[in-house]
């Protein structure tokens, strides 16, 4: 077991433990005072561990509902975020009591959303599924939905009461959907975490995935106790996110995230080479190449420099004409980089 302990606008703990989603009531009721729970989670993630978490609620007391959506990107609409907000009025939901994420980063991103504008705000607790949500999305307190122009562009920051992790749901996960998750994995070495870069090397990602989910939420929770609102160091954390999600935008979602970051982060390692932004003899991007073909993700896309800088317009980061990189130094090394939108492009054909 492995807890860690966030202190941001809202205080919190992170407990990483197989097993641990049987004791989602006892956990949760001590940090709500109402006794009404909704359970939010997708049409996958529901046949596999609703029953569970949904028996823990109510042995510990709780009225419980259920809202079910289906697995997928394209359900953080704008469309299932006012469905959720209808359910809770029609269930009666109060400001006391608590929205339950149980599933991936869709599931949390698109609970904590609503949490965090019905009735102004109400509880929330994360339950990530899947290791992309468990690593990433469900520590920070970053919520949204995707708009038409693009990911994430309506949201709030709106920290959860709890985040409970039981890594063995990862078990249950395709191949595709856990390389995901290690993308994200990667990303925390290659930008603060060289030892980690060394675990995902040898066998660890097998052998102790818990050790490996603890150290990415630790750095992730450095960076936000530092920067919450994400005005400065946690954009770090976007690193391979911004070409990334041009991946993503272009191929109507068809790439999935984690594959989609897993192209960003070569694109960027490559660029931090030609530009030389690299300060050792070390060849990085053969370093990024090989983690990412170890974990069974892509590394190179066909869009063109012009089509991926399309989408960046639109990124909630940009600045007008330019938007932030995030370049490497080295593996565990990385600084940010206002790039205007036509360099990204010199960047990106080269």
């Known amino acids: 077991m492995e807890k860690i302990s966030v202190k941001a606008s809202g205080n ?10 049987t004791k989602t009531g006892e956990l ?12 939010v989670t ?11 978490v949904m028996t823990s609620l109510k042995e510990a ?11 997928g990107e394209a359900s953080k609409n704008a469309e299932n975020y006012v469905e959720l907000l209808e359910f809770c009025a029609e269930k009666r939901v109060s400001r006391k009591d608590v929205l339950v994420a149980l599933g991936g980063g869709v599931v ?29 999305s469900s520590v920070g307190g970053k ?6 122009a693009g990911k994430n562009l309506a949201g709030a920051f709106y920290q959860p009461k709890i985040v409970l992790c039981d890594c063995t749901t990862f078990d249950t996960l395709p191949e595709e959907t856990f390389a995901d998750g290690m993308a994200e994995v990667i990303k925390y070495g290659a930008i603060a975490d060289k030892e980690l870069w060394g675990w995902l090397e040898g066998d660890m990602a097998e052998t102790n995935i818990e050790k490996i989910v603890a150290r990415c939420v630790s750095i992730k929770r450095d960076v936000v106790e530092e920067d919450e609102f994400d005005t400065g160091l946690r954009q770090i954390l976007n690193f391979g996110h911004t070409a990334g999600h041009s991946v993503e935008a272009l191929s109507n979602f068809a790439v999935t995230h984690g594959s989609a970051v897993a192209i960003g982060m070569a694109l960027m ?6 530009k030389g932004y690299v300060n050792t003899n070390e060849d990085i991007y053969k370093s990024m190449v090989n983690m990412l073909k170890k974990y069974k993700l892509p590394f190179t896309t066909e869009y063109s420099a012009e089509q991926l800088v399309g989408p960046m317009r639109s990124d909630k980061k940009g600045d007008g004409g330019s938007v932030n990189l995030i370049l490497l130094k080295n593996i565990g090394e990385c600084f940010v980089q206002k790039t205007a939108y036509e360099d990204v492009k010199k960047m990106l054909e080269k």
């Not at 949760?28 to 359970?39: C, E, N, Q, S, T």
């Open 42 to 52: 997708d049409d996958i993630v529901d046949a596999l561990y609703s029953e569970r």
């Open 61 to 71: 007391g709780f009225e419980v509902d259920k809202f079910v959506i289906a697995n």
């Open 108 to 136: 949390g991103d698109l609970t904590g959303f609503a949490a965090a504008t019905f009735l102004r705000g109400i509880a929330f607790v994360q339950l990530p599924t899947t290791l992309l949500a468990a690593v990433d």
């Open 28 to 39: 949760v009721a001590p940090l709500v005072k109402g006794r009404h729970a909704v359970i």
């Open 143 to 148: 919520t949204a939905i995707d708009l038409k």
């Open 12 to 21: 919190y703990d992170i407990i990483i433990e197989d097993g641990i989603l």
């Open 269 to 274: 390692t490559k660029i931090s080479v030609n």
